[in-house]
Every structure is written in structure tokens, then in C-alpha cells.
Nanobody, 118 residues
Framework: VQLVESGGGLVQPGGSLRLSCAAS????????MNWVRQAPGKGLEWVAS????????RYTDSVKGRFTISRDNAKNTLSLQMNSLEPEDTAVYYC????????????RGQGTQVTVSS
């Protein structure tokens, strides 16, 4: 499993960023994929998920209406469009494959830093 995230950066409150994840080494189109994040001094937090076959999506309450997860099964890529960013969204964001019972067990990439600050 290889997952490579990109697209993070520094943005002002209210701004937008789009994260991308390139996946390889497994059957992406049949896999549930997630975005998880880890804020400074905190544990991993699940943010959003997309199922493989139908692309059904789910979000944690704090990002509903602001973040959109999407996937391109032909290109083995996962994306996260983040709008109306808040300082509380500051974290390292990881693309993660659902495998195992705990988020901490999910294979994930190296992460990309998102910092929301004025």
C-alpha cells in the first residue's frame, strides 16, 4: 500500500484548500478511503470517508457543509476540498485506507500539513 498526500499549506481563516492523495498497491476502486487528521498535541481524528463501489460519503460533524471528499477510481486518487477553513482545522491530514478496526491501524501516507492562521 502506498499513499502520497499533497496540497497542504498555510491559509487564512475562511480560505480554501484542496488536498489530493495518490494511491497504489491495492484495489483502490473497491476500497473505502478516508481522510484523518492529527492536530498538535492530539490524537488521530477521522474526518471523512468514501466507499469504494458507490462512493457513499460520510463526514465528522465539525466539517459537514465545509469539506467534500471525492475520488477518481480511474486515476486512483482521493481528494478533500476544504472550504471555510477555521483555525481548529489546523492539523496534519492523512489519506488512509480502511483496514482493521481502529483508525490508528489504517495504512496511511506521510501526511500533509494544513495551517489555518491569520
Amino acid at each position: 500500500v502506498q499513499l502520497v498526500e499533497s496540497g497542504g499549506g498555510l491559509v487564512q481563516p475562511g480560505g480554501s484548500l484542496r488536498l489530493s492523495c495518490a494511491a497504489s498497491g491495492f484495489l483502490f476502486s473497491a476500497s473505502t478511503m478516508n481522510w484523518v487528521r492529527q492536530a498538535p498535541g492530539k490524537g488521530l481524528e477521522w474526518v471523512a470517508s468514501s466507499t469504494g463501489v458507490y462512493g457513499d460519503t460520510r463526514y465528522t460533524d465539525s466539517v459537514k457543509g465545509r469539506f467534500t471528499i471525492s475520488r477518481d477510481n480511474a486515476k486512483n486518487t482521493l481528494s478533500l476540498q476544504m472550504n471555510s477553513l477555521e483555525p481548529e482545522d489546523t492539523a496534519v491530514y492523512y489519506c488512509a485506507l480502511s483496514r482493521g478496526s481502529r483508525i490508528s491501524d489504517y495504512p496511511r501516507g506521510q501526511g500533509t500539513q494544513v495551517t489555518v492562521s491569520s
